[in-house]
């Protein structure tokens, strides 16, 4: 191309993008994680409320991460939305999100669901699933005794970098301190029944096939056997009983999903309006029941056979911004006691 039409063209690119700023109140990029059944319900309502059309762009977590930082200053997202709070973390660090001051956000979403730049907009519980037959619910009433001499050769889980149990990881060195962890993962590496292998629902299921006595499981996994009409899947139910751990110490660990806008977001005004709607009642009941979950918005309520099975429980209130700038150590610490 010559030098004078590259030029024109430059400028017509930017002479486009100023217009589609300008035009900020008509469409919004969204980036997410997330995908269920219920979502079309939850970006609809908001067209209908707002105008704004959505367009979306949809992949796994840290694919969408890669693709935003290399847009960088060119990215087209507007809102990123992902599940857990090591991975906000990690999009936070990386500098891609913007700071957002909302009153709505404020007044709806808990002050230890949210950070200055990403809000949590649903919560999951990381549970504790023992095998009814070999397993009494006292002996796996905490995540500290999933490291007890007594579970030798009993405990299954997924592999120690994976997010979630990197997050359990950082409210275990926030409430006991990094050494305690770090004797806490030896031990939970020594009681090992298997290698760690597979997904949260397969730990649950060697639970129920009596290949492991006790496994961690996030709740939503659970949930979602319990809600399932399968044989198979009621089977797996019939076998296995869930623990809500530390209900007498610091609560059970919270994990969350949630997002925020972007530096570079085309369409801020949009933005904002959107991550406000996400904390709406109506989408608050979309967001979280999509994948069993719970809103973050106290007074909303779902409507979930599971959930409402499984009942309340008391829940760390653990600050979520702290949590996530600890999982690095909690890899650390994991590296060395050879959870991986
Ligand atoms: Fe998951």
Redesign the pocket.
């Given at each position: 191309m010559k030098r004078k039409a590259l030029v024109t063209s430059l400028l017509l690119g930017l002479g486009l993008t100023g217009l589609q700023a300008h035009a900020a109140d008509t469409e919004l990029n969204l980036y997410t994680a997330r995908h269920y059944q219920t979502d079309e319900a939850l970006y609809n309502n908001f067209t209908k409320q707002t105008g704004i059309k959505i367009n979306r762009i949809e992949a796994k977590e840290d694919e969408l991460l890669e693709r935003i930082k290399n847009e960088g200053a060119n990215s087209p997202a507007d809102v990123f939305i992902t599940?857990d709070a090591s991975r906000l973390a990690k999009a936070d660090e990386a500098g891609v999100f913007a700071p957002v001051k909302s009153k709505v956000l404020e007044q709806r979403i808990p002050a230890h669901l949210r950070t200055d730049t990403w809000f949590s907009f649903s919560t999951r519980a990381r549970v504790i699933v023992y095998n009814k037959e070999t397993i009494k619910p006292e002996q796996v009433a905490t995540y500290e005794s999933l490291a007890a001499p007594a579970l030798k050769g009993k405990v299954c889980t997924r592999t120690g970098s994976h997010p979630?149990n990197l997050s359990l990881g950082a409210a275990l060195i926030k409430h006991n301190g990094a050494e305690a962890t770090e004797k806490w993962a030896r031990g939970v590496v020594e009681n090992f029944a298997r290698a760690p292998k597979g997904?949260?629902t397969d730990q649950i299921k060697a639970v129920a096939a009596g290949e492991c006595g006790v496994a961690i499981a996030?709740s939503?996994?659970v949930a979602r056997l319990m809600n399932s009409d399968k044989p198979a899947d009621k089977e797996v139910v019939s076998k296995f009983g869930v623990v809500w751990p530390n209900q007498s110490s610091w609560g059970t660990h919270i994990n969350v999903s949630g997002g925020g806008m972007l530096k570079h977001a085309p369409h801020k005004e949009a933005a904002v309006k959107f991550l406000e709607y996400l904390a709406s009642d109506e989408a608050q009941a979309y967001f979280a029941n999509g994948n069993n979950e719970w809103p973050v918005v106290p007074s909303v309520k779902v409507k979930n056979p599971a959930l409402q099975t499984l009942g309340e429980f008391k829940a760390d209130t653990l600050p979520i911004g702290d949590l996530a700038k600890t999982v690095a150590e909690a890899q650390r610490i994991y590296d060395r006691a050879g959870y991986r």
């Open positions: 599940v979630y997904g949260d996030n939503y996994y």
